[in-house]
């Protein structure tokens, strides 16, 4: 593949740092260049070797190079394509790693030059916990990484960001925009809405005696508020579309404890488990 000179990533946190680390261990860039509003950002990235060197003005970081990877919370990351616009090189590839992918990316085609070539992407891995603190070499190994496709995509920085994520380990999937936020509406934001929902709905003086099945299935939760936020209000009507279907399966479940039908209520059970257990040994 391609190797870089320089590689700019704004958002050296969780993903952008894993990131930073593969890159520079891989030897995929020759000097990558991490941007921070927060100085303790830059310092950490640095000294767990994600970055070469930390910057905090963003059109001053980006010039001259000729990859710059967006990895910021999704409104972040169309502010940044504005503020960079003009301060891009030719043929400087650009990609990024938001949650939803329909906005941004038809956002970043109406905005950067033609000579810039941009990519929407999203890995499908991550932690509730944030920053580079956080960040591993081994964060994207076997996951899914949503690579977006348009009839505006260049083909050989299609080809080149994909390769960055198979280096990292991750298992690229081409997919539309469209395609993509109606999946993670249903398999990552409403899991999230949920978990939030099931976690206000107990009593407080209750979670003291909370186990392992509670947090296991609330763990999403403790993700940063504000950056999930911005990813709901950005999928919005996905999102109150899984909802609505989410709505109706609870409905047949109380439908059935309420009229004492066990036979009906196991059957949905059975058929949770079912769906689940095949999605697990397929993903093993």
């Known amino acids: 593949m391609k190797k870089f000179k320089k590689a700019v990533i704004i958002g050296p946190g969780l993903i952008g740092a894993s990131l930073g680390m593969i890159l ?4 995929i860039a020759d000097s990558v260049i991490g941007v921070a509003r927060r100085k303790s950002t830059v310092v950490y990235a640095k000294k767990i070797r994600a970055i ?3 910057l905090h003005d963003i059109k001053k970081a980006v010039i001259g190079a000729d990859l710059v990877i967006l990895a910021t919370p999704v409104a972040t990351i169309k502010k940044i394509i504005r503020q960079i616009k003009d301060k891009l090189k030719k043929n400087c590839i650009v990609f ?3 949650s939803t992918k329909k ?3 038809r956002m ?3 905005t950067l030059p033609k000579s810039v070539k941009f990519v929407g992407t999203h890995p499908m891995a991550g932690s509730e916990k944030t920053g580079p603190g956080n960040a591993t070499d081994t964060l994207f190994r076997n996951s899914i990484c949503f690579v977006v496709k348009t009839s505006k995509t260049n083909t050989s920085a299609l080809n080149q960001v ?3 994520w198979q280096r990292c380990s991750a298992k690229p999937v081409i997919i539309n925009s469209v395609m993509h936020d109606k999946i993670v509406a249903q398999i990552s934001h409403l899991p999230h809405l949920i978990a939030a929902a099931v976690v206000n709905s107990v009593q407080d003086d209750f979670l003291k005696f909370a186990a392992t099945g509670f947090k296991d299935t609330t763990r999403v939760v403790s993700g940063d508020p504000g950056i999930w936020s911005e990813i709901a209000f950005s999928n919005r009507a996905l999102i109150l579309k899984s909802i609505g279907r989410f709505e109706k399966k609870l409905a047949v479940l109380k439908k059935s404890l309420k009229g004492v039908n066990q036979k009906k209520f196991r059957h949905q059970l059975s058929a949770a488990k079912t769906k689940r257990d095949t999605v697990c040994k397929t993903q093993a």
């Open 96 to 98: 990024d790693v938001g």
């Open 24 to 27: 520079r261990k891989e030897k």
């Open 52 to 54: 070469d060197l930390g």
């Open 103 to 105: 906005e941004i990316v």
């Open 162 to 164: 994909i390769k960055i």
């Open 108 to 110: 970043a085609e109406q």
